[in-house]
Each structure stands twice: as C-alpha cells, then as structure tokens.
C-alpha cells in the first residue's frame, strides 16, 4: 500500500528532544519534496518544515526556527525532524506530507499525507 508513515512521537518534557521520522511505503520519497505540518486541538494546520527533494533546500516556520532541523536520507527513503528545546505550544499531530517548494512550500495536489503522530510536550 502506497502511504508515508510517520514515527518518533511521544510524552516529552519541555525542553528535551524528539526526533519524528517519515517513512515512504511502496512510495519513493526521492522523487518527492517532503513537508512536516501540525495540527493542535482546536487550531487550524500548520506548515512547520518543508525539504527538497535533493535536501539543498528547506524551509521553516517562524515559531521553530533555530529549534527544529528538517533532513532526509533518500537511500533509506526517509524524512526528519529533529525537534530541540520542545514546547508545550509544539504539542500537536504531527504530518508528513508531499508538497511542492517554489517561492515557499505549498501543498502538493492531490498530495500523499500520513496518519499523523502525536507529539505531546508537557511537565
């Protein structure tokens, strides 16, 4: 079955790290820019990182620049996010998606999205 799948999450205290992974199953990644968004109970979604397909470039939301690092290892077909210094405000479901990166990363049509994990930061 054609699907990303998403690993890594969990109950974390603020300030420790996580690292969420994106898995492409019966789907090559390395054809694909990979996008991580977020959605928080009662919020709308959220762009967070997006990568290019060749890892030269990525992009990043305002609130976790400098906390997260977005990289791929396109020969074990995977995606990443390293997230540092977690917040309670990262408390989230956590996607992987495919998207399309031009002047900014945009969904992909008829993009392939994860499940989803969820990434709790709380004390």
């Known amino acids: 079955q054609v699907q990303l799948v998403e690993s890594g999450g969990g109950l974390v205290q603020p300030g420790v790290s996580l690292r969420l992974s994106c898995a492409g199953s019966?789907?090559?990644?390395?054809?694909?820019?990979i996008g991580w968004f977020r959605q928080a109970p009662g919020k709308e979604r959220e762009g967070v990182s997006c990568?290019?397909?060749?890892?030269?470039?990525?992009t990043y939301a305002d609130s976790v620049k400098g906390r997260f690092t977005i990289s791929r290892d396109n020969a074990k077909n995977t995606v990443y996010l390293r997230m540092n210094s977690l917040k309670p405000e990262d408390t989230a479901v956590y996607f992987c998606?495919?998207?399309?990166?031009?002047?900014?990363?945009?969904?992909?049509?008829?993009?392939?999205w994860g499940q989803g994990i969820q990434v709790t930061v709380s004390s």
């Open positions: 998606a495919t998207v399309i990166i031009n002047t900014a990363c945009e969904i992909a049509p008829k993009a392939l």
């Open positions: 990568i290019s397909r060749d890892g030269g470039s990525s």
């Open positions: 019966e789907f090559f990644l390395d054809y694909y820019d």
